[in-house]
């Protein structure tokens, strides 16, 4: 069996700052190939194609795309010909992703690229977090076989867990559970590092949705962090609390109210980035790549932290205005205390 226009798709992403600000560049916008009314960004991300480049024995395609929340996705498409046989497209599978040269090229490129998007950077990160995956990609069989069959003519299991291992009923099962076909000229097979992924017409959508949720998953991650740190040391510092600290404490209910507001526009901010309302199939994989890749678990452990946070926040604000009150009445106390002696001492 021979796969037409076989390609490796390799994705490093990095979270570079805060925020890109998209409208100081001077790029074209993204967006799906196939278009569909409910599936739409609200700030789509921009594009830079970077030209040609050599990697691994193949020639490819480098692009970037730029996401306004502080992530930038870069992709080597690299072309494997027009038409190869099975098995050279399963070598070029299992190895190329796995090349000890690949982390060195991609941070060289971005290196090369933070320099072109500075003016646009707000609070760029000196250490970026990052996500990878490859997408295996092709746009037929010969003799040519419809999505349904795909399943058992290649080794479907090898591709996307990137091992030559014969493996379980079990594990083929949950593979199945990942895979997706809108029509029978089309299938989607998530793993955890490679996305395995066949159109006839050569369209890469599923790929920008996998891409999206990494993305995503970078930003979440960076948010988590974030509200971990400023709630790491609370219970020791609430432990200490004494009505004479004030001003300590208004500094940390401060603190703790930036955070909250922070991290809960950033959240509303990506929920806004893409929209899938009623379009069944993209719906589908967007839940899917969310719960393999851990997006949506990460997306609850925050929420869990922002309502720990609010009740913290509540609980000093309450605690303050216990203080408040007492000195208020220590206050008036001293005051009437103080007439009532002069008025002794008066009389006396």
């Given at each position: 069996?021979?796969l037409?226009?076989?390609k490796i798709?390799?994705?490093?992403?990095?979270?570079?700052a805060d925020?890109?600000e998209?409208?100081r560049?001077d790029l074209?916008?993204s967006?799906?190939?196939?278009p569909?009314?409910?599936v739409?960004?609200g700030?789509?991300?921009?594009e830079?194609?970077?030209?040609?480049?050599?990697?691994a024995g193949?020639t490819?395609q480098?692009s970037?795309?730029i996401?306004?929340?502080g992530v930038?996705?870069l992709?080597?498409?690299?072309?494997?010909g027009?038409?190869?046989?099975?098995?050279a497209?399963g070598?070029?599978?299992l190895?190329?992703?796995?090349?000890p040269?690949?982390?060195?090229f991609?941070?060289g490129?971005l290196?090369?690229?933070q320099?072109?998007?500075?003016?646009?950077l707000f609070r760029p990160?000196?250490e970026?977090?990052e996500e990878?995956f490859a997408?295996?990609?092709?746009t037929?069989t010969?003799?040519?076989l419809?999505a349904?069959?795909?399943?058992?003519?290649l080794?479907?299991?090898?591709?996307?867990?990137?091992e030559r291992?014969?493996f379980?009923p079990?594990?083929?099962g949950?593979?199945?559970?990942y895979?997706?076909?809108y029509?029978?000229?089309?299938?989607a097979?998530?793993?955890?590092?490679?996305v395995?992924?066949f159109d006839?017409e050569?369209i890469?959508?599923?790929a920008?949705?996998?891409?999206?949720?990494?993305?995503e998953?970078?930003?979440?991650?960076?948010?988590?962090r974030?509200l971990?740190?400023?709630?790491?040391d609370?219970?020791?510092?609430?432990a200490?609390y004494s009505?004479?600290?004030?001003?300590?404490?208004?500094?940390l209910r401060r603190?703790?109210?930036?955070?909250?507001a922070?991290v809960?526009e950033a959240?509303s901010r990506?929920?806004?980035?893409?929209?899938v309302?009623e379009?069944?199939?993209?719906?589908r994989?967007?839940?899917?790549?969310g719960?393999?890749?851990g997006?949506?678990?990460?997306?609850?452990a925050?929420a869990e932290?922002?309502e720990?946070l609010?009740?913290l926040?509540?609980?000093i604000?309450?605690?303050q205005n216990?203080?408040?009150a007492?000195a208020v009445?220590?206050?008036?106390?001293?005051?009437?205390?103080f007439?009532?002696l002069?008025?002794l001492?008066g009389?006396?």
């Amino acid at each position: 069996m021979r796969l037409r226009g076989p390609k490796i798709a390799l994705y490093r992403l990095f979270d570079v700052a805060d925020e890109i600000e998209l409208d100081r560049l001077d790029l074209r916008r993204s967006r799906l190939v196939r278009p569909r009314s409910a599936v739409r960004f609200g700030e789509p991300p921009a594009e830079l194609d970077l030209g040609p480049r050599h990697f691994a024995g193949y020639t490819g395609q480098l692009s970037a795309r730029i996401y306004p929340f502080g992530v930038v996705a870069l992709r080597l498409r690299l072309d494997l010909g027009e038409a190869i046989p099975l098995e050279a497209f399963g070598e070029a599978a299992l190895s190329v992703p796995e090349s000890p040269e690949l982390g060195a090229f991609f941070e060289g490129e971005l290196a090369g690229l933070q320099k072109t998007l500075a003016p646009a950077l707000f609070r760029p990160f000196a250490e970026p977090e990052e996500e990878e995956f490859a997408v295996l990609f092709f746009t037929g069989t010969e003799p040519a076989l419809p999505a349904s069959a795909l399943f058992e003519a290649l080794p479907v299991a090898e591709l996307v867990l990137g091992e030559r291992e014969r493996f379980s009923p079990e594990v083929e099962g949950e593979l199945r559970r990942y895979a997706f076909s809108y029509t029978e000229e089309d299938l989607a097979v998530l793993g955890y590092e490679r996305v395995l992924l066949f159109d006839s017409e050569g369209i890469w959508d599923v790929a920008d949705l996998v891409e999206f949720v990494h993305a995503e998953l970078l930003e979440l991650a960076y948010y988590d962090r974030l509200l971990a740190a400023a709630l790491r040391d609370l219970p020791e510092e609430l432990a200490r609390y004494s009505p004479w600290r004030y001003r300590h404490y208004d500094r940390l209910r401060r603190r703790l109210m930036q955070v909250h507001a922070e991290v809960t526009e950033a959240r509303s901010r990506l929920a806004e980035v893409l929209k899938v309302t009623e379009d069944f199939f993209y719906a589908r994989v967007l839940r899917a790549a969310g719960r393999l890749y851990g997006a949506e678990e990460l997306a609850g452990a925050t929420a869990e932290k922002l309502e720990v946070l609010a009740d913290l926040h509540a609980k000093i604000a309450e605690e303050q205005n216990f203080a408040r009150a007492q000195a208020v009445e220590i206050g008036i106390f001293a005051l009437i205390l103080f007439e009532v002696l002069r008025a002794l001492w008066g009389g006396g």
